[in-house]
């Protein structure tokens, strides 16, 4: 029984890493439409507002207890809210002064920082396959890194650099925001947390936001930042229940996926010449590179 129980959850807590690997490969393309229309900020806190609405009228109809957590919301989870917002931020702002793909593949940071602060904090031990993905993933970062780099005209190396930065920052509150909320998660109820982690950051956003961008927002327009608040809702949701079924390392292994799904949609939609997006076409040494992080990436957190 121990057996299948085991299969089960396993079986539970891939298919839900699965859909947010899913949701995030498709979330950094429709990010970089918007941003034609809404700023960085106000589109981060857009999908924090959405996601609190929705998650906390779907648990008011269904289970009400699980709003109780509001009354006394444990520390970290404010830690967690705000290393997220910083998060939302910094992704939104590095993929506005960079492109989907690149973004994708520099967010992958933070799965490597979550499985290093493992062996630095948790004292547990680097294994000879884990250092090898760690030492495989720089590498291809640098050949990435290069590739992109040298593909651009002068004029658009300061802004690749200066986005490609801002991405390795919000990877690094990822990294922050995913130990807090895999320690939560064992104690309270994840839905119940992510109305916290949702509202953090709203609140913590609201000074920055220009509420005059919604009044000149299309339909069409408003469908997509709908749906990229329904993302981080469905997204974290999903993450928040594969901590609870699987181990982070299992979970890291699969979001790590997630740039795959950018690169080959980015790649369809330049061979399309679709002019919603501008187009992004990675060259196949750097493709290359985006291989070496994925995969170095996911040894590294293989355990």
Known sequence: MASSITKDNLSKGLLYAGSTALLWGFLA????I???????ITLAWFRFAIAFVILT????IRDRKKLNLLKKPPKRAFLAGIALGFNYVGFITGIDHTTASNAQIFIQTGPLLLALSGIVIFKEKLSAIQLTGFLIALGGFAVFFNE???SLISEDQSAYITGS???????????CYAALQKSLVTTHNPQSLNIILFAVPGFMLLPFIDYTVFTQ???????VVIFLGLNTVLAYGALAEAFQYIEANKVAIVI???PIITIITMSVFAYMEVEFIEPDVISLIGVLGALLVITGAILAVKR
């Open 29 to 32: 393309i429709l990010l970089k």
């Open 34 to 40: 918007a941003l034609n229309y809404v700023n960085a």
């Open 57 to 60: 009228t779907i648990l008011a």
């Open 148 to 150: 992109q780099l040298g």
């Open 165 to 175: 930065l801002m991405v390795i920052g919000a990877a690094i509150s990822w990294a």
């Open 217 to 223: 927002l299309s339909f069409g327009m408003w469908l």
């Open 256 to 258: 790590t996926l997630n």
